[in-house]
Nanobody, 122 residues
Framework: QVQLVESGGGLVQAGGSLRLSCAAS????????MGWFRQAPGKEREFVAS???????WYSDSVKGRFTISRDNAKNTAYLQMNRLSPEDTAVYYC????????????????WGQGTQVTVSS
């Protein structure tokens, strides 16, 4: 099993920034894709961003140009730098891992974290 623990969520004003972290532990192996998803109240969970084992990123249109996904393989940690946040970004953010990695960046993740709340005030 693989465990994922997110951190870095919180309350921020519109226009501000936050950086989320996701630490993986347990039976990790490479290559593995790391992804971020979010779920706002009353809405379905949606894809935000992913990064492949070869460090290729993929973003949803709603965050492209504002969010940056990265990873530190030595620390088994993925990051989501979120800039120019708006109230529409308010959601619980989940980290996920594809292990083994496959070509579909937005679906079929094997492991999930518990989520971290991000709240953006206007």
């Amino acid at each position: 099993q693989v465990q994922l623990v997110e951190s870095g969520g919180g309350l921020v004003q519109a226009g501000g920034s936050l950086r989320l972290s996701c630490a993986a532990s347990g039976r990790t192996s490479s290559p593995a894709r790391m992804g971020w998803f979010r779920q706002a109240p009353g809405k379905e969970r949606e894809f935000v961003a992913s990064i492949s084992g070869s460090d290729s990123p993929w973003y949803s249109d709603s965050v492209k140009g504002r969010f940056t996904i990265s990873r530190d393989n030595a620390k088994n940690t993925a990051y989501l730098q979120m800039n120019r946040l708006s109230p529409e970004d308010t959601a619980v953010y989940y980290c996920a891992r594809q292990q083994p990695e496959h070509d579909l960046a937005t679906v079929n993740y094997d492991y999930w974290g518990q989520g971290t709340q991000v709240t953006v005030s206007s």
